[in-house]
């Protein structure tokens, strides 16, 4: 069964650190993209980043740029959101999706799937 | 960035209806889109991608179209199971952006 399982959600002040992991399983890790995608509360969707299966291209929300790291271990078959300087705004459940796609006719479909459960990151005083 | 704007916002319907929630892109996407379905408390599922390919497992009951600008995913004859919040969401170009979302409610 594919599966993707996080972690390392929590309470953290404002301008503080947090690192998220996803372990996954079921499926070949090293050879998907991979995304982490948050939704504060009662709210919709938001893409943050996703990483390319080698690790050598990363791409990001601008709202998070400079202040959030996706990374991975591929030996462990886990993710990583390091999130530092944390807002307000940052508050959220964070899933991390695998990039699932196919290319046709010289176009590459992508979609996320499956999603992990989720972690919650609050950002209080 | 490409803004996706999904309409209605909310919608309530009886079990058996047949429910049709419209995705606008603020540009030519293509095929680029897909939908998923949410429930309260739940991850994201996916149901459709490439704006028409029905995902492995999902009921035939959803189906989705449209290229371009304009999508719509249907649901024919609704069930009970059914009665969540549903997603658009364009792959054709980073940030992947997503719809407000579309409440669907029990009438």
């Known amino acids: 069964e594919v599966q993707l399982v996080e972690s390392g959600g929590g309470l953290v002040q404002p301008g503080g650190s947090l690192r998220l992991s996803c372990a996954a399983s079921g499926f070949t890790f090293s050879s998907n993209w991979m995304s982490w995608v948050r939704q504060a509360p009662g709210e919709g969707l938001e893409w943050v980043a996703n990483?390319?299966?080698?690790?050598?291209?990363?791409y990001y929300v601008d709202s998070v740029k400079g202040r959030f790291t996706i990374s991975r271990d591929n030996a462990k078959n886990s993710l990583y959101l390091q999130m530092n300087s944390l807002r307000a705004e940052d508050t959220a459940v964070y899933y991390c999706a695998r990039d699932l796609g196919y290319c046709s006719g010289g176009n590459c479909y992508n979609w996320f799937d499956p999603w992990g459960q989720g972690t919650l990151v609050t950002v209080s005083s | 960035d490409i803004q996706m704007t999904q309409s209605p916002s909310s919608l309530s319907a009886s079990v058996g209806d047949k429910v049709t929630i419209t995705c606008r892109a603020s540009q030519s996407i293509g095929s680029f889109l897909n939908w998923y379905q949410q429930k309260p408390g739940k991850a994201p599922k996916l149901l459709i991608y490439?704006?028409?390919s029905l995902q492995s497992g999902v009921p035939s009951r959803f189906s989705g179209s449209g290229s371009g600008t304009d999508f719509t995913l249907t649901i024919s004859s609704l069930r009970p199971e059914d009665f969540a919040t549903f997603y658009c969401q364009q792959s054709y170009s980073t940030p992947k952006t997503f719809g407000q979302g579309t409440k669907l409610e029990i009438k």
């Open positions: 490439a704006a028409s």
């Open positions: 990483i390319k299966p080698d690790g050598s291209d990363k």
